[in-house]
C-alpha cells in the first residue's frame, strides 16, 4: 500500500508539474494573445477575458466563415466559445503542442467527425493482395529523414467537407513511389477513388470504400491494382462530392503492382517510410480539431482509428518542454489545406504508437509506369 501511494504522489507532482509548465511553453511558442488567453486559468477567464465576440469576428474574417441567418449565427458562436475551452483542455494535456482556434472551431465533435475524418473505424486485416512487409535492417536509420527534402511529396491538399480522407491517404503513398521510381513527381486523383473505387473487406460487408462517407487505404489500393491505375489530378479534378464514376483507362498514369502492410514497430515503420516512401497510415484524430502547431504528444488518446493521413518523415529535434526534449515524432501530411497546422502538417509522438498512428501503416512496394 505504501508503495502505491508513493508511486500515486509521484505521478500527481508530474502532472502538476506539467500543468505548471503549460502557460511558460506557450510563450514561448507564440506570441498570439488568443493563443495565450484560451490557455489561460479558469473557464470564466475565457470567457470574460477573451472577448470571445471580438475573437468571433476575428475568425470568420479570417476563414471567410458566414452564416444564413442570426439564430445560425448565434449558434455557432455559442460552439466557437465552447471550443476555446475544448482547446484549453486540450493545451493542458498536450503540453508539447499548441491548441487554439482554427478553421473548425465553430464546428462540434460530431460534426468535425462527420465531415472531416472519414476512415472506416475496422481493425486491420491483411488484404487479398496486401503483402505483409519484411523486417528491414535498422541499424543505421537517420537520426531526422523528411521526403519534402527529397522531392516525393505534392503540396498539401483539402479534402473540404467530404470524408475522402482516406483517397488522399492512398495518393499521397502512390504519389511517393511513382516519384522514387520514375523521377516523375505527379498529382494523382483523389476523385477517382471517391467516385468509383466501392471496395469492400471481405469480412466487413459494411466496411465498403464510400466515397466521401468514409473509406480505408487498403481497400483502396486493392481497387488500384484491379483496374489499373490512378488518373492524373488534372484529368480528374477533385470536387469534395460523390459523383458518377468517369475513370478512362487510357489514362492511367501510375499504377500499384503491390502493396505491403508494415509491422506496428516504429523502426521498422521507418526503415519501410525510407526505402518506400510516403506511407499511408490510419491515426485517431481526437487532437486535431485545435492543433495549431508543435509535437502533440497527449497524455490520453485512444487508438481507435478515425483519419486517413500521409506519414512522410520523422525527426527527434528538442521541443518544450524540457522534459520531452528530444523525443522522436512523426511528420504528417494532412489533407485539410495549409491553412490547418503547420502550412498543413502534424507531428506526433513516435514509438508509443500515440493516438494509434503506427497500428495501421501500408506502403506501395512497387508500381508499373505509364506515359500520356
Known amino acids: 500500500m ?5 508511486y500515486t504522489l509521484l505521478a500527481l507532482t508530474l502532472l502538476s508539474s506539467a500543468l505548471a509548465s503549460t502557460a511558460t511553453f506557450i510563450d514561448s511558442v507564440t506570441e498570439d494573445p488568443l493563443i495565450r488567453q484560451v490557455v489561460s486559468d479558469g473557464e470564466e477567464a475565457v470567457d470574460q477575458l477573451l472577448h470571445a465576440d471580438h475573437h468571433f469576428s476575428l475568425f470568420k474574417a479570417k476563414y471567410g466563415k458566414t ?6 449565427h448565434d449558434y455557432r458562436f455559442s ?12 493545451q493542458l494535456l498536450d503540453p508539447s503542442a499548441v491548441h487554439g482556434v482554427t478553421k ?19 481493425r486491420l486485416k491483411v ?18 529523414f523528411d521526403w519534402r527534402d527529397h522531392g516525393a511529396v505534392t503540396p498539401v491538399k483539402d479534402q473540404g467537407s467530404c470524408g475522402s480522407c482516406w483517397s488522399f491517404s492512398t495518393t499521397g503513398a502512390l504519389e511517393g513511389a511513382h516519384y522514387l521510381a520514375t523521377g516523375e ?7 477517382q477513388l471517391v467516385d468509383c473505387d466501392h471496395e469492400c473487406d471481405p469480412d466487413e460487408n459494411d466496411s465498403c470504400d464510400a466515397g466521401c462517407n468514409g473509406g480505408l487505404m487498403n481497400n483502396a489500393f486493392e481497387y488500384t491494382l484491379k483496374v489499373g491505375g490512378l ?4 484529368d480528374y479534378p477533385y470536387t469534395g462530392t460523390d459523383g458518377v464514376c468517369k475513370f478512362n483507362k487510357n489514362k492511367i498514369a501510375a499504377s500499384v503492382s503491390n502493396f505491403s502492410v508494415v509491422s506496428i514497430n516504429d523502426d521498422q515503420i521507418a526503415a519501410n517510410l525510407i526505402k518506400h516512401g510516403p506511407l499511408a497510415v490510419g491515426i485517431n484524430a481526437a487532437w486535431m480539431q485545435t492543433y495549431i502547431g508543435g509535437v502533440s504528444c497527449p497524455y490520453i488518446c485512444g487508438k481507435s482509428l478515425d483519419h486517413g493521413v500521409l506519414l512522410v518523415g520523422y525527426g527527434a529535434a528538442g521541443y518544450a518542454p524540457i522534459r520531452l526534449k528530444n523525443k522522436p515524432y512523426w511528420i504528417v501530411k494532412n489533407s485539410w489545406g495549409e491553412s490547418w497546422g503547420e502550412d498543413g502538417y502534424y507531428k506526433i509522438c513516435r514509438g508509443r504508437n500515440v493516438c494509434g498512428v503506427e497500428s495501421m501503416v501500408s506502403t506501395v512496394n512497387a508500381i508499373h509506369t505509364t506515359t500520356n
Do not use: I, M
Request: proline share 6%; hydrophobic share 30%.
Open 231 to 234: 488518373q492524373k489530378e488534372k
Open 127 to 144: 488484404p487479398v493482395d496486401a503483402q505483409k512487409a519484411p523486417e528491414l535492417p535498422t541499424n543505421d536509420l537517420p537520426t531526422d
Open 2 to 6: 505504501a508503495s502505491f501511494t508513493l
Open 79 to 90: 460552439v466557437f466559445k465552447a471550443n476555446l475551452r475544448h482547446a484549453r483542455r486540450h
Open 67 to 72: 452564416y444564413a441567418n442570426q439564430e445560425e
Open 104 to 122: 473548425f472551431s465553430d464546428l462540434t465533435s460530431d460534426e468535425f467527425e462527420k465531415s472531416y475524418l472519414g476512415l472506416h473505424k475496422r
Open 185 to 191: 513527381l505527379l498529382s494523382l486523383s483523389e476523385q
